[in-house]
């Protein structure tokens, strides 16, 4: 699977970002997906994932809760995640993630979950 991170830039506080990843791969509805976040000198954490079904199957971090929110294309092979109310600490390289799983619920949340990764892209938010 590859996956292919875009949407990232430079953002003032308050406003709203939207970042998609395309995935290279024929069986899509088989992939739980998920979106990670790496700041400078800090862990990779989790910010948001969807099940195979997506719809309203997601889970959020707190930190973002309400403020994103992650949806999936399975038409496009494509997940995004719209970010609104950005704050200058959601800046970060986001990462998209998938994994195949059986099941139709599963949201992962750890790194370790998720086999396959995006390269990347960054998001800045100015004071």
């Known amino acids: 699977v590859q996956l292919q991170a875009s949407g990232g830039g430079l953002v003032q506080a308050g406003g709203s970002l939207r970042l998609s990843c395309a995935a290279s791969v024929r069986t899509f509805t088989m992939y739980a997906l998920g979106w990670f976040r790496q700041a400078p000198g800090k862990e990779r954490e989790f910010v948001a994932g969807i099940s195979r079904t997506g719809g309203s199957s997601t889970r959020y971090a707190d930190s973002v809760e309400g403020r994103f929110t992650i949806s999936r294309d399975n038409a496009k092979n494509t997940v995004y995640l719209q970010m609104k109310s950005l704050k200058p600490e959601d800046t970060a390289v986001y990462f998209c993630?998938?994994?195949?799983?059986?099941?139709?619920?599963?949201?992962?949340?750890?790194?370790?979950?998720?086999?396959?990764w995006g390269q990347g892209t960054l998001v800045t938010v100015s004071s």
């Open positions: 993630a998938a994994d195949w799983t059986a099941s139709s619920t599963w949201i992962g949340v750890m790194s370790y979950d998720y086999k396959n």
